[in-house]
């Protein structure tokens, strides 16, 4: 259940902007008639069935493929040594298309069938033999940085690296930033809090599982199609891991199924290819749930160790953040998780000291990677809870010692971005009024219940990397869009299209948008870090504009005047200012095709470089990202029920006010800040992958709880606009930032119910009854108390 309230700024208007205009694709999804990759066929096409590795780490000595060869309709298999030596990742390039020499994680792909039914190729792909030297096994991060613990990759040293990572031994890449004087600004502290928080691994359980579609032609042009948040990334990791050049492969988009980072690197592309080229027939390649669990990514485990302090009047002085992060077996995003997480573990607060270290290790499991968030949930966890402790401390009301912290307009985040547009002042007035905050102490509960409220507030960014778009003109007026931006579900090519017909005046109905295809859209980096809205939309807008500089000088032409004497006009016309004489779009549009000029094509590409880091303010050492920005800003209210027997928690209601700069399209707005919140609670309360040793023991929707209808609270969403100067209409990003506060909001609101902190996720109802019970374990000296 969802309620939801706009507190716009005054004087936006728009005619396609701002309205709640149904997603384009929302009839081919209710006749169910959307193409999602397992609906796609090619003839003669075969299917792939994935051997796993039964170890954590251990080198192969041999294969014997005779039987699977053999086996009825197989037409291939492959192995390690079927593939190039190639190396692929985001970061640093240290993954193969399939294990070669060794096996890192227990499920690595080792092996795969193609042939001619699914069936077949699962049952051939359990008559591979291979020969496996076991290895000791690295199980956890401090395990990885042992002295004499077993080195994953022996040649980490040799792998290119997109940025100063420190990589050695098992240490996949270090990240440290700093401002200020930390070590000194303890002594101007009247109150220090400090402690540990852990995190558990979060499985992203997108509907649709990860599956591509590869068919080589007669010239040996590969076309690939896939579930993918990037039609460009998965070019470029095929390419890299099979030597390809990257004019060989086209990659391609079907509709996805959702992703929230799973899909952003490469899963099965890359081995689906190399059937594909090895059996020169269409190859399908589908993983099940289960693999789907043991084979991608996951979200990070975390374990934060911080320190926070403020004056006698609530001012913060001084924060420290360490963190150590679980890698997995492969980089893939996670350098930049790290390197994010620490950017925004001062959260939004003016804080004159700062300090915030981490470090990356390999383990031998699967890799962790890109999550929605992007480690901003797990260091807010943290955080928050901290800035509660302080005004408990000081006797102060937890959205007052926000209020007199948070950044303003034109201040500076931690180590360098500015802060041009900020609406957290009213989203933190929003769900203050909304949640009835000043009445919290008056919340009644059933018999065996308590209740309580918290508060948590965040942001996150949205201009990052690079980008591009291509309006056109057709013949008749009406307008074809070209991105490369894929919309996972979230409704990105509606966003879009409303950028672009509000820059032209013309109704969303003449606009058509493009499917994601590397041979004709232009660079989208990927639908990820809530960039979408912000960053192509700003390349729609430019390109909007090039196609309408255009369509005026022609109708200046047309009409014998200067072009300054024009203005565009609602529906798609051009008129002289002050006079009753216009031109439609398909005039303008049928001269330039016919008769002089050529066909209206507007293009704009921009890289986001707003540099993250102001060297005369803060020191950075292996910054991933070196230009990132533009923030968005959120604050979530909590009602938290705990029944007094189990200790099993329960989210009543909550408010989520998001600074969202202008909502584009408030409607989908709003399903974010919905989608956003479950997912955190989720996080929050119920959610863990689990390993006993080497193996995950629940991937399975039987043995791995995610909220569901049931668990949903009634989520009152507000959307709070505060423009951003260089966004699209003032837009800024909404993917994210609903989910960033919400588990830390559950744990102070937990706090309030339980009479102590809870400094481990998910917070079951063991670990929330110990705390009710005073049963909790002892935690490490000085951990959740003031020093």
Not at 39 to 56: E, F, K, N, T, V
Not at 415 to 426: D, F, M, T
Request: glycine fraction near 10%; charge should be negative.
């Amino acid at each position: 259940m969802s309620i939801a309230v706009t507190i716009p700024p005054e004087k936006l208007t728009g005619t396609a902007v701002g309205k709640s205009t149904p997603k384009l694709e929302n009839r081919e999804k209710v006749l169910g008639r959307a193409e999602y990759i397992d609906d796609l066929y090619r003839p003669g096409m075969l299917h792939a069935a994935i051997l796993g590795s039964p170890h954590a780490h251990a080198r192969i000595l041999s294969y014997d493929v005779s039987q699977a060869l053999a086996a009825p309709g197989v037409v291939a298999v492959i192995t390690g040594d079927d593939v190039p030596d190639g190396r692929m990742g985001a970061f640093i390039k240290d993954e193969h298309a399939l294990a070669k020499g060794k096996v890192l994680y227990q499920g690595e792909p080792v092996a795969a069938v193609a042939a001619e039914t699914l069936e077949q190729a699962r049952a051939a792909v359990n008559l591979i033999e291979v020969e496996y030297e076991e290895l000791p096994a690295v199980l956890s991060p401090e395990e990885g940085l042992a002295p004499d613990a077993p080195i994953l990759h022996e040649n980490l040293d040799a792998y290119f690296k997109v940025f100063d990572a420190g990589s050695k031994g098992n240490l996949c890449s270090r990240t440290e930033l700093s401002e200020g004087d930390v070590d000194s600004a303890w002594a101007e502290c009247a109150v220090v809090v400090e402690g540990e928080y852990t995190t558990e691994p979060q499985a992203h359980v997108a509907i649709e599982p990860c599956g591509a579609l590869a068919e080589v032609d007669a010239q040996g042009r590969v076309t690939l199609w896939s579930a993918n948040q990037s039609v460009f990334r998965v070019q470029a990791n095929v390419c890299e891991s099979l030597n390809l050049p990257m004019s060989r492969l086209r990659s391609l988009t079907p509709r996805v199924g959702a992703g929230f980072g799973n899909k952003m690197e490469a899963h099965v592309q890359p081995l689906t290819v190399a059937l594909a080229m090895k059996t020169g027939r269409p190859v399908k390649c589908i993983l099940t749930r289960e693999e789907d669990f043991e084979i991608v990514r996951a979200r990070h485990p975390f374990k934060v160790r911080m320190k926070t302090g403020a004056d006698a009047q609530g001012r913060l002085i001084a924060r420290d953040c360490e963190v150590l992060l679980d890698c997995g077996a492969f980089a893939d995003d996670s350098p930049g998780v790290l390197g994010y997480a620490l950017l925004m573990s001062g959260g939004p607060y003016r804080i004159p000291n700062q300090r915030a270290r981490g470090k990356l290790v390999y383990t031998n499991k699967l890799r962790f990677g890109a999550f929605r968030g992007f480690g901003n949930p797990q260091v807010g966890f943290a955080g928050e809870q901290q800035i509660d402790q302080i005004a408990r401390k000081l006797g102060i009301d937890p959205i007052e010692m926000r209020r007199r912290n948070m950044l303003r307009e034109g201040d500076g985040w931690f180590a360098g971005p500015k802060v041009a547009s900020n609406g957290l002042a009213r989203c933190l007035d929003a769900v203050e009024a909304a949640s009835g905050w000043a009445r919290r102490d008056a919340i009644s509960a059933a018999p065996g219940k308590r209740r309580g409220k918290g508060i948590a507030i965040s942001a996150h960014i949205s201009g990052l990397l690079g980008t591009g778009a291509i309006v056109r003109m057709l013949e008749d007026g009406t307008i074809a869009l070209n991105t490369g931006a894929t919309d996972i579900g979230q409704g990105s090519d509606t966003v879009l299209a409303q950028i672009c017909a509000e820059a032209l005046q013309v109704p969303v109905e003449m606009v058509s948008v493009a499917s994601p295809d590397t041979d004709g859209s232009p660079y989208n980096w990927g639908t990820t870090a809530s960039r979408v809205t912000y960053t192509t939309g700003r390349a729609v807008a430019g390109a909007a504009r090039d196609v309408l500089r255009q369509a005026m000088d022609h109708a200046a032409e047309m009409l014998d005047v200067p072009v300054d004497q024009l203005e565009l006009r609602e529906g798609g016309r051009i008129a002289v200012k002050g006079a009753n004489v216009d031109l439609p779009f398909a005039a303008i549009s049928a001269r330039a095709h016919w008769a002089k000029g050529g066909p209206i094509v507007g293009s704009h590409s921009l890289v986001f470089d707003e540099p993250t880091h102001d060297p005369k303010r803060a020191i950075a050492l292996g910054l991933p990202f070196p230009r990132i920005g533009v923030f968005s800003f959120g604050a979530v209210v909590v009602d938290v029920e705990v029944d007094e027997v189990t200790g099993q928690p329960r989210v009543a209601e909550a408010w989520s006010a998001i600074d969202v700069g202008r909502a584009i399209n408030p409607r989908l707005v709003d399903v974010q800040i919905e989608g956003g919140f479950v997912q955190g609670m989720g996080f929050a309360l119920y959610e863990a992958m689990v390993w006993d040793g080497a193996r995950l023991v629940n991937p399975s929707l039987m043995d791995y709880k995610i909220p569901t209808s049931a668990d949903t609270p009634p989520i009152h969403s507000i959307i709070v606009e505060d423009p951003e100067p260089n966004g699209p209409f003032g837009a800024k990003g909404a993917g994210e930032i609903g989910l960033n506060p919400v588990p830390a909001a559950i744990a102070n609101a937990l706090t309030q119910v339980v009479g102590g902190p809870l400094h481990a996720l998910p917070m079951t109802p063991e670990r929330v009854l110990d705390q009710m019970t005073g049963q909790a374990d002892e935690q490490p000296q000085g951990q959740g108390d003031e020093a």
